[in-house]
């Protein structure tokens, strides 16, 4: 089993920045995909960014120059820095990781970026 924990969230005036971090444990094993992915009210969660155990990440458009995803291996841990902050992102981001198919999500981190 694979348990995962966000924190980093908060409230931020537009165009301020946080950095979000989640922490996985449990049957961790060297190849996987982490990723960030958010839930604004009354919208259905959308990818936000990936980064694979070996580094290669992607991000989905709309954070494309904002946000920056990273990860420890060593910690099982991976980051989203998050810059430029606009009342649109604000949403519930949840982290995920992805191994031999199977897939764990956390409870999420509330991220409110106030104008």
């Known amino acids: 089993q694979v348990q995962l924990m966000e924190s980093g969230g908060g409230l931020v005036q537009t165009g301020g920045s946080l950095r979000l971090s989640c922490a996985a444990s449990g049957n961790i094993f060297g190849s996987n995909v982490m990723a960030w992915h958010r839930q604004a009210p009354d919208k259905q969660r959308e990818f936000v960014a990936l980064i694979t155990s070996g580094g290669t990440t992607n991000y989905a458009d709309s954070v494309k120059g904002r946000f920056t995803i990273s990860r420890d291996n060593a910690k099982n841990t991976v980051y989203l820095q998050m810059n430029s902050l606009k009342p649109e992102d604000t949403a519930v981001y949840y982290c995920?990781?992805?191994?031999?198919?199977?897939?764990?999500w956390g409870r999420g981190t509330q991220v409110t970026v106030s104008s």
């Open positions: 995920n990781l992805k191994q031999y198919g199977n897939y764990y």
